[in-house]
């Protein structure tokens, strides 16, 4: 092996000696690295093996290497080197330091202290939270008192991207939500001739339950998510901490406009729905049940009490408002990692999709006697 050297004596003890000479480098190992590992790992596991590396006459990283790996990562018991390379393998040794595994005894309190974590983490999100919202509320006084502070362009901007951007996807999912409902309702009333009927389970369904939750369902996915990652990006690239430094409310400019606009939007959204899930049921009903587009709309007011529109748009008001919060809440907890970013912009969209869910099962209990009957 030209420019290296690995020679192996027998000791009088039986023991060996391990000779090497020459350049090892990575230019000089290069092309017989394989080679060399092999040679060298038949004798790196000998304890009693004197390595003599006085003869070697340049020494990098590679071939230091290269024997480190033959020698099982640790320097071996009898080792004659010279100081500048003694100092190369004693490096390696610091850097390649592997711990070994610590296995922790299992605690027979294991399920408490989880509970435990687990409670205390949900405490203090929820301190964030209603922190998050009374930061809101004092922003409603400041502007109260000075309403030439108002943020206009940061809210028009989130309506446009909240709003206005939503209605295409909304009008999709509302039509084919409506032709699914009324479909599958023509099937059974047809049983019971009671086919008029499907006008009543339409709109109470769709003006009074599904077009509120899917609208919010829809945006906390959509418009949602996008907050929560426009401030994670935010805190991410410290823009956040530069409004901070310049004396820039981060609430009023971040975090006051996003709610604001979807407290606006969603109800309008709503509406925009409604209609259109309307429609494609009423298109469904006339084609599976024979019901005409005017006695469609004649039955319906009467049928569904104005209240059942008052009670959806509220919901919508109440769905938005939380859906910023929510998404607001989860983006101004995002540390400075894409981990967090996108752990906490998945918990965001959970989480207001859970909390629309509560919040209807509230307005339910609340509205269980308005707007049934006419």
């Known amino acids: 092996m030209s420019g290296v050297s690995v020679r192996i004596k027998q000791r009088d003890d039986g023991g060996r000696n391990v000779v090497l000479a020459g350049r090892w480098t990575l230019a000089a190992t290069a092309t017989q690295a394989d080679a060399l590992a092999r040679r060298l790992a038949e004798h790196g596991k000998e304890g009693d093996a004197t390595w003599d590396c006085l003869g070697i006459d340049a020494l990098d990283s590679a071939g230091a290497m290269l024997l480190w790996r033959a020698w099982g990562r640790t320097l071996p018991n009898l080792l004659l080197a010279r100081p500048e390379h003694l100092r190369i393998f004693e490096r390696i040794a610091q850097s390649d330091h592997e711990p070994a595994a610590v296995v922790a005894p299992r605690s027979p309190f294991e399920l408490a202290i989880f509970i435990g974590q687990a409670a205390i983490g949900f405490w203090h999100h929820i301190q964030d939270f209603v922190a998050?919202?009374?930061?809101?509320?004092?922003?409603?006084?400041?502007?109260?008192?000075?309403?030439?502070?108002?943020?206009?362009?940061?809210?028009?901007?989130?309506?446009?991207?909240?709003?206005?951007?939503?209605?295409?996807?909304?009008?999709?999912?509302?039509?084919?939500?409506?032709?699914?409902?009324?479909?599958?309702?023509?099937?059974?009333?047809?049983?019971?001739?009671?086919?008029?009927?499907?006008?009543?389970?339409?709109?109470?369904?769709?003006?009074?339950?599904?077009?509120?939750?899917?609208?919010?369902?829809?945006?906390?996915?959509?418009?949602?998510?996008?907050?929560?990652?426009?401030?994670?990006?935010?805190?991410?690239?410290?823009?956040?901490?530069?409004?901070?430094?310049?004396?820039?409310?981060?609430?009023?400019?971040?975090?006051?406009?996003?709610?604001?606009?979807?407290?606006?939007?969603?109800?309008?959204?709503?509406?925009?729905?409604?209609?259109?899930?309307?429609?494609?049921?009423?298109?469904?009903?006339?084609?599976?049940?024979?019901?005409?587009?005017?006695?469609?709309?004649?039955?319906?007011?009467?049928?569904?009490p104005a209240a059942n529109l008052w009670i959806g748009l509220t919901k919508g008001v109440v769905f938005g408002f939380v859906v910023a919060l929510v998404a607001c809440h989860f983006g101004l907890r995002v540390r400075p990692n894409t981990e967090s970013l996108s752990s906490n912009t998945t918990s965001s969209v959970v989480t207001a999709i859970t909390m629309v869910i509560l919040v209807d099962a509230v307005f339910a209990i609340a509205t269980r006697n308005f707007g049934l009957h006419g």
């Not at 009927?197 to 996915?221: D, H, Q």
């Open 132 to 304: 998050l919202l009374g930061q809101v509320l004092l922003d409603v006084v400041h502007l109260a008192r000075r309403p030439n502070e108002l943020p206009k362009r940061e809210i028009s901007a989130n309506l446009y991207k909240s709003g206005v951007l939503a209605m295409p996807v909304t009008a999709l999912v509302g039509f084919l939500i409506g032709v699914v409902l009324s479909y599958l309702s023509a099937l059974q009333l047809k049983q019971f001739g009671a086919d008029v009927f499907i006008i009543n389970i339409l709109g109470m369904g769709i003006i009074r339950e599904l077009g509120p939750v899917l609208v919010a369902v829809l945006v906390a996915g959509r418009s949602g998510s996008a907050m929560t990652a426009q401030l994670g990006v935010m805190r991410v690239t410290e823009e956040i901490d530069a409004l901070a430094t310049m004396g820039v409310s981060r609430s009023l400019r971040l975090v006051f406009p996003k709610v604001v606009a979807l407290a606006v939007a969603m109800p309008l959204l709503v509406l925009w729905t409604t209609a259109i899930a309307l429609i494609g049921g009423m298109v469904s009903a006339q084609i599976s049940l024979d019901i005409s587009y005017g006695f469609f709309f004649h039955t319906l007011p009467k049928a569904v």
